[in-house]
Each structure stands twice: as structure tokens, then as C-alpha cells.
Nanobody, 124 residues
Framework: QVQLVESGGGSVQAGDSLRLSCAAS????????PGWFRQVPGKEREFVAA??????YYADSVKDRFSISRDNAKNTVSLQMNSLKPEDTAVYYC???????????????????WGQGTQVTVSS
């Protein structure tokens, strides 16, 4: 059983940066693939970034702006978000799972543990 807690969200201006962190307890991220998803009201939860087997995956909408990283010593995973845009506004969730294929890595259904979410608001 793994519990995840996100932190680092907030309100920023377009072009600013934020770094989200996710701390795991009850287990280690080394046993799972970590991922970040985001969701806005009325829409499906959207894939943002993930790591599987040492490979990183990004949604096209955030590629070249966001970066996911792991710190196994601290048992955390982070999402560095640069050049933020208003369309990045969402609740961001970290997740842990065991996607069995590269394709499944982008699917929220591959993740079994979820954090409570942290709000990111980007104003223009």
C-alpha cells in the first residue's frame, strides 16, 4: 500500500515556473512507475508525464517545457514546469502504477495509487 502526497502548486503568471513534488509513504517509487496527470472540471484526466524502465514520457502539450524526475533517496518524484501557460491550469495528480507496456504508461488506468491533487493556476 502506497500513499502519495503532492505539494508545490499555486497561482503564477504565464511564463513562470513551478515545481511540483510528490512524496510516497508505505512503499517506494522504485517499485512503481511514477506519473503525473492533470484534470480540469468536466474533462477527462489527462496524461502529463511519467517514467517507466528509465524512460520518460511526456504529453505533446508539455514536451520541452516540463520535466519529470525521481529522487529515490528521498522517495519523491517531481515535475518541473517551465514556461507555464494558462492552458496548463488544472489540478495535478501524481500517481504510481505498473504499466505493462510503453503504450499503457500514458493511460491513467495503469496507475493504482493516486495523490490528492494540487491546484496549479496560470494567469495571463
Amino acid at each position: 500500500q502506497v500513499q502519495l502526497v503532492e505539494s508545490g502548486g499555486g497561482s503564477v503568471q504565464a511564463g513562470d515556473s513551478l515545481r511540483l513534488s510528490c512524496a510516497a509513504s508505505g512503499g517506494t517509487f522504485t517499485s512503481y512507475s511514477p506519473g503525473w496527470f492533470r484534470q480540469v472540471p468536466g474533462k477527462e484526466r489527462e496524461f502529463v508525464a511519467a517514467v517507466r524502465n528509465g524512460n520518460t514520457y511526456y504529453a505533446d502539450s508539455v514536451k520541452d517545457r516540463f520535466s519529470i524526475s525521481r529522487d529515490n533517496a528521498k522517495n519523491t518524484v517531481s515535475l518541473q514546469m517551465n514556461s507555464l501557460k494558462p492552458e496548463d491550469t488544472a489540478v495535478y495528480y501524481c500517481a504510481a502504477g505498473r504499466p505493462i507496456t510503453s503504450f499503457a504508461t500514458r493511460n491513467s488506468r495503469s496507475y493504482i495509487y493516486w495523490g490528492q491533487g494540487t491546484q496549479v493556476t496560470v494567469s495571463s
